[in-house]
């Protein structure tokens, strides 16, 4: 009786450790995603914010043009990324890569094009849910 006594007092602690641990690792996991800044509020707010700067682009603007109307908004220049023919802007990092990242495409230093995407999905064809449509202006901007 004492050893079936005992295997029950090794399983309750085992149990308890085993719950001890989840709700630890519960309290990490919204820690992290509150001090990232990944609140329905701050989404809310940077897709809000994303989607004026978009509504502002116009065929043609300029990289230097681009940055300004994304600082106006708040979006600050870390958060700007330069790579060859695009800029990146990216909102702050939400859990899940799902946060948005602007495209911005040019062409002899003129906008061509606006994208929405989110950061594990960057480069693919495949839009983030709720994001506004992609505009894709001509190429020759005299048009």
Do not use: H
Not at 16 to 43: H, K, P
Not at 71 to 85: A, F, H, L, T, W
């Amino acid at each position: 009786m004492s050893k079936l006594s005992s295997v029950k007092n090794i399983t309750l602690i085992s149990i308890s450790a085993i719950v001890l641990v989840g709700i630890l690792c519960l309290i990490l996991v919204v820690s992290v995603r509150y001090m990232m800044g990944d609140t329905s509020e701050n989404r809310a707010l940077w897709r809000e914010r994303s989607i004026a700067i978009i509504s502002d682009m116009k065929p043609g603007l300029s990289r230097e043009q681009v940055i300004t109307i994304a600082q106006k908004y708040g979006s600050p220049k870390e958060r700007i990324d330069m790579r060859n023919s695009e800029m990146y802007l990216r909102t702050p990092l939400e859990f899940g890569a799902t946060n948005w990242v602007i495209r911005f495409g040019f062409s002899n230093n003129r906008l061509i094009y606006v994208k929405v995407r989110t950061e594990d999905n960057i480069g693919s064809e495949r839009k983030p849910k709720g994001e506004p449509e992609d505009i894709v202006y001509s190429l020759d901007i005299n048009e």
